[in-house]
């Protein structure tokens, strides 16, 4: 193995570390805690132990955490009238729908009903247009994580080959989006792509957010390269039991990579250091207290 491994985990660990630095300033100015609540809907096990797990890390770094666990019977209208006393709620900063949520809701009804300016996920258009056109607003978390490590690892990013695959709304464009701003050429690949390991082969930075289990091989990667593994995919471990891989094929990929990060280990454990970063800065924004540029 000849690639760096890039300690996402330890880099969440550092970055909640900050964000926890500076709530007492927010707290001593505001006279309250950042707040971030979260709701489910439903019972999916997976969802509930990534709500227990922001649950916690919100507390840690000093934060109110607010659960609202809905039964799976709960109507559209019901959901949509706790956003609304959310978005109303002066302690709220922010607020995370959990997803997906059960099929007889409308996801993106939900989304549309959440304050923008709470919307710490950055999954309403109107933070998806800021994005677009470099305004103020949020940015979804898993991208932002993304970039950070990248920053970290190459510093200036400006003029590099960025292939990001997958063109979903919550990590493959806004994440095309994020590379484009820093200078980046930037390529979209999908499933309808042709010649996806050439596409793949010119590209210095390589984010692979398909959903398919090892899907990108090591001969699909430019020598050096670096390669940020955003698939989480629970996978048949071969002796009764199951295991976590990436969208990246990391034992081939890491004989050909300068650097590439680990599942788990690498982007999961950012997304929910960059909620807790989110959380702070829209704490910091509603109530007009102020965060120097580049403080988080
Ligand atoms: N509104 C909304 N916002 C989300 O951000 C959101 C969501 N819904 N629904 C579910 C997905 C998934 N997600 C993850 C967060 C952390 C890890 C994470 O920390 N993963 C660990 C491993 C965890 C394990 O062992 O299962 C790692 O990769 O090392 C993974 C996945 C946030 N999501």
């Not at 330890?10 to 309250?32: Q, Y």
Request: glycine share 10%; charged share 20%; net charge negative.
């Amino acid at each position: 193995m000849t690639a760096a491994i890039i300690d996402g985990k330890g880099f969440a660990a550092t970055l909640r570390e900050r964000v926890a630095a500076l709530v007492p300033a927010f707290e001593a100015t505001a006279g309250r805690k950042p707040g971030l609540t979260v709701v489910i809907v439903g019972e999916d096990p997976a969802s509930q132990v990534y709500v227990r797990s922001k649950g916690k890390a919100t507390e840690a770094a000093g934060m109110v955490s607010t659960t609202h666990r809905l039964p799976d019977t709960t109507t559209q209208d019901d959901l949509l009238a706790l956003v609304r006393q959310l978005n109303a709620d002066p302690a709220v900063d922010g607020i995370l729908v959990q997803l997906p949520l059960p099929k007889h809701l409308d996801e993106s009804e939900v989304i549309a009903t959440i304050d923008p300016d709470k919307d710490v996920d950055g999954f309403h258009v109107v933070n998806a247009g800021r994005l677009a056109v470099g305004q103020e607003g949020f940015v979804p978390c898993t991208p932002l994580g993304c970039i950070m490590l990248l920053e970290d690892r190459l510093g200036d990013l400006s003029g590099l080959n960025a292939v990001v695959v997958g063109r979903s709304n919550i990590v493959g464009k806004p994440m095309a989006q994020l590379l484009l701003a820093k200078s980046c050429t930037v390529t979209v690949a999908h499933s309808r792509t042709k010649d996806l390991p050439e596409v793949c082969r010119r590209a210095d930075i390589l984010v692979a957010a398909v959903g398919r289990p090892e899907m990108i091989k090591g001969n699909w990667i430019k020598p050096g390269a670096t390669v940020i593994d955003v698939g989480i995919n629970r996978v048949d471990n071969g002796e009764g039991g199951t295991k976590l891989v990436g969208d990246v094929d990391f034992a081939s990929a890491a004989e050909v990579a300068g650097a590439i990060t680990p599942v788990p280990g690498g982007v999961g454990p950012m997304t929910i250091a960059v909620l807790l970063r989110n959380t702070l800065v829209s704490a910091y924004r509603r109530e007009n207290v102020a965060l120097g540029k580049g403080a988080i």
